[in-house]
RNA sequence: GGGGACGUGGUGCAGUUGGUUAGCAUGCCGGUCUGUCACACCGGUGGCCGCGAGUUCGAGUCUCGUCGUCCCCGCCA
């Protein structure tokens, strides 16, 4: 084989009359009968190749070529003649090949490389590894290990330790469910595959290892989505001796770093910082998107002694009247429109959603006035008073939504979100962080009929909050659990740990774990805090997320380079697949029903 | 678990109220062409319309089922 002595990217004007080797993929053959033109690919780039006819049987074996078959080619780099040079397509210079040689043949592709076209995602992912030669993939992962390397550059020029921990581990109850793998050795036992390194960072905090880091693989069997995988990658840290500031600071640091070296963009810090009821209170979600307003304005102090009945019952049975404004609007909302809206809230969880339009009069007078669809129940005083709680002007347009805080909070936030994205106020190309902080550390759950963790069961709850309301409301206590939001994406979430074993027993009380099941379950951890345990606190970053947003890409998937379908099948690999008796046999394991 | 969208030559799409021969672009094959770069031009090849039932004189089109893909809800500490 000829070895290369340059990529088809470092082919430059400067090279000029050298004699070089490149070694590449063909991309195009474009024969002019007379002279031919091969274009060469790699992943550093294109060059254009020229064969002509009195290089005889160099000619002919070059018009023999097809895309995508690999080859050599030695050359003298020239530049290209005056009226032939297109610097966009690729430069002012070519190579006049004066050696070939073909190193593998191709088949026809079964879809473009060479173009940026669509193609059934299905057939993509049949041929990841064609997908994958594709400008638009070369360039995400490429990205991607950008990423990851100036991730572990930042950490380890701050004293942080890359460690691994196990893959094959232990399952846990709290959370997700797990992937579990049979174990041979110990028949009937299972192994379970981790939902994040979460006890082990812990632990290894415990050991002295007082700053680590971990490129680390997750997996959780749950449904997916676009934005998530069964098995996904999270930028994990844990530091000790630290409090909740320190660990944003380097949250904040990190992603500066990245967003520098692979954007060149400077990103402002420290990040606005956003109680968790906040946050639900004036966007109706936990991770708003801050790229645009819509932020929500509570009328309810001035609708105590509305006509109108539901409005009126929401606010005295504790309720609220809440919704935003949308500026300039209101000529866009048909009745039709304010239908499919309203349904949108309904579906959402309201019980109706109200109107308001701001309309000037077209005579002499010139004043405002409102037109709702409740214009019947609402006094003067109400329609002034909503007026100047919204600034309400001209053609602006304002959604109301009455009921049990919550609720409103999240159909609000719903609309907001869906309103957005009609009204295109979703401005490209900028990227607005936010913490949010102090999420509840309990809610809930109906299905198990327990409280369940919002973060997870090693979360410091806010003690004074612990001592208050540990036996009245538990769903009233705070945690110091922060996530770190991007354009309305969860990119991280962590929290101070708890590192007393008592407060430690008290929240695996109130999660209904008894004593039987904190030490079958924990045991190893509770009794690793007996040893000395410094106060530590961590995080974890999505890597597969944040390089989807830096890479403009909607869907992660477009960030891994082998993902799973969302039914979790590999389309090229065919996993997950039938295994032989035999090794079901190994495994004591047999199906109760023919699954088969 | 639930809802929605989609499945037509290799690829991307069109296909009317059910109607006779399923179109277009591109790819692929052959030809012409000495400066192209999505080369151009000429000719050709290529389809069990995802699969299976049903309705009908007749189904790419309608109905049911099934498989696959995608999006959303539930779920994801």
Redesign the pocket.
Known sequence: MFKRTHTCGEITAALERQIVTINGWVD?V??????L?V?IRDRYGKI?V?F???DGSLFSEAASL??EDVVAVTGEIAK??E????EE??GAV?I?AQRLEVLSKAI?P???I??E???????R?AYRYLDLRRQRMQKNIMLRHQVVQTVRAYFNARRFLEIETPILTKS?P????DFLVPSRLKQGKFYALP??P?LFKQLLMVSGFDRYYQIARCF?D???????QPEFTQIDYEMSFVDQRDIMDITEGVLKAVFESVLGIAIETPFTVLSYTAAMDTYGTDKPDLRYGLSFCDVTDHFKDSGFEPIRQAIQNGGVLKGFKVAGAAPRYSRKMLEEIENLAKKAGAKGLLHAKAVKETDSTGTLTLKTNFDRHLSAFEGENLMKAFSLEDRDICFLISGERKTVNVALGVLRGEIAKRESLIPKDIFRFLWVVDFPMFSYSE?ERRF???????TMPYLSDLESYKDTDPTKIRAHAYDVVLNGWEIGGGSLRIHSREVQKTVFDLLGIDEAGQKSKFGFLLDAFQYGVPPHAGCAMGLDRLVAILAGEE?I?DVIPFP????G?C?MTGAPSDVENEQLEKLSLKFIKDAR
């Not at 749950?222 to 998530?228: G, I, K, L, P, V």
């Open positions: 195009r474009r024969n002019l009968g007379g002279v033109f274009t254009q020229l002509r006819p009195e097809h895309g290209r003649p009226g032939a040079i297109k397509m690729g070519e006049i026809t079964p879809f473009y060479h173009l076209s669509d193609v059934n995602e299905e057939l992912l846990t709290e959370g997700a469910r939902q994040s979460q959780r749950e449904d997916f989505r676009a934005d998530r299905e369940v963790a919002e973060h997870h069961p090693f869907f998937r799973k379908t969302t039914s099948i389309q």
